[in-house]
């Protein structure tokens, strides 16, 4: 290699070496400039945050804890915070709630939670006197809609009952404080019947989700509590207690709906049927639902080679139809009619078509072996000892 090319090389790599130098001070001084602004701005937040507390509380706080969200452009090191206000956790004699105020100038308006626990166990209170139940468990989970500028709430903790400065609560109105917030509330009681009460028109009102249900003893209150609901709101894991539940009452969309908890029998099964998403119907629909004997199961199950999965029937084989809606069936079977089985051992064997079908496990709930199926397809309940297991086909 000539001098010369040595010489551009070299060139190129002292240039190389400075932009790589220059770009990484930048970037180390657009760091320090944020963590600056940061830092001026937590400060500020939380004179804001205590001056807001005592101008309406009359009380001296501690700050627990701040938040804003931050954006970082790895591009071009560019670092902003992306909302104009923070959330302030403060605490005061043990109680802790979040205040939300400026954070680029100073001022003592806002919004605060401090009032959330005893909005709460208001509401507790009136779900107990309305339900007539001493024994009742409910969960409630409220989040508040203040403002819909997204310069201010983003995602900002917004959880809990949001006031104003100006704004006190003295139980006086629950309605009011609760009107901007998107409230969800599941409650269960035992022996109780769901009159109409003033409670779940109010629920209907401010269009919050409520879901009511009875038991017919607290050793099942006990056991259903510990179902989680779902993301969509449905509440499929209750179901599987529907033998259970004497009543059930349900506030969805701003209406408030009645519900029908009866299961359809056939043979020593229970069947319940539960449409996709919340019927306006005073009762859901079971009575629509039609349980036939059926032979398709034995014919798809044959076309695959795989008829040793029916040869320990224990019962006969059905398909179930759903007339009027799109759901999901529940069915509960005896677990006195399996004590000659070996639980482990017994599914459901499904199929809607030679390339749909397979084994569905139930879940024991008490009293009852509970599988979930959908609609439209054959079924039969069988005793499959000492084969593989039979993992569900689903291709179209």
């Known amino acids: 290699m000539s001098d010369n090319s040595w010489k551009k090389l070299l060139v190129v790599g002292i240039l190389a070496t400075i932009g790589v130098s220059v770009y990484g001070g930048y970037k180390a001084y657009k760091q320090y400039k944020f963590n600056k602004q940061w830092q001026s701005q937590n400060e500020i937040a939380e004179e804001n945050a205590l001056e807001y507390v005592r101008d309406k509380y009359a009380i001296d706080a501690k700050v627990v804890s701040l938040s804003n969200d931050e954006y970082k452009n790895e591009f071009n090191a560019e670092y902003w915070i992306t909302k104009l206000y923070n959330t302030v956790t403060l605490e005061s004699d043990g109680h802790k709630f979040n205040v939300i105020v400026k954070w680029k100038e100073r001022s003592s308006d806002g919004y605060d939670n401090y009032y959330t626990d005893e909005v709460e166990e208001l509401l507790r209170q009136q779900i107990s006197e309305n339900c007539h139940s001493k024994h009742f468990y409910s969960n409630i989970s409220v989040y508040s809609e203040l403002d819909n500028n997204n310069d201010m709430w983003g995602y900002i ?70 179902v989680k609901v779902s993301l969509n709101g449905s509440d499929m894991g209750m179901m599987k207690y529907a033998p259970y539940i004497t009543d059930f009452r349900s506030v969805h969309d701003g209406k408030n709906v009645h519900r029908d908890f009866g299961v359809k029998t056939k043979d020593d099964m229970l069947f319940r049927g539960f449409p996709d998403g919340y019927s306006e119907s005073d009762a859901y629909a079971c009575d629509v639902v039609d349980i036939i004997e059926s032979d398709n199961l034995d014919l798809y199950y044959g076309y695959n080679k795989l008829s040793e999965y029916l040869s320990s029937p224990i019962s006969d084989a059905y398909i179930i139809n759903l007339n009027e809606w799109w759901g999901t069936i529940c069915i509960y079977y005896p677990i006195e009619k399996l004590k000659d089985h070996d639980i482990e051992d017994v599914g459901l064997a499904w199929a809607e078509s030679t390339a749909r079908y397979g084994i569905i496990r139930p879940e024991i709930i008490d009293d009852y072996a509970v599988f979930v199926l959908n609609p439209g397809l054959s079924f039969k309940l069988v005793d499959t000892k000492g084969l593989e297991p039979l993992e569900p086909k689903l291709s179209y």
Do not use: P, W
Request: aromatic share 12%; hydrophobic share 40%.
């Open 157 to 226: 903790d917004r959880g809990g009952v949001y006031l104003t400065k100006d704004e006190h609560f003295d139980g006086s109105d629950l309605k009011g404080v609760l009107k901007d917030c998107n409230l969800s509330v599941k409650a269960l009681v035992v022996d109780t019947v769901f009159d109409d009460c003033e409670l779940f028109d109010m629920f209907a009102q401010i269009d919050a989700d409520a879901d009511f249900y009875s038991f017919d003893t607290m050793e099942h209150l006990e056991a259903a509590k510990e």
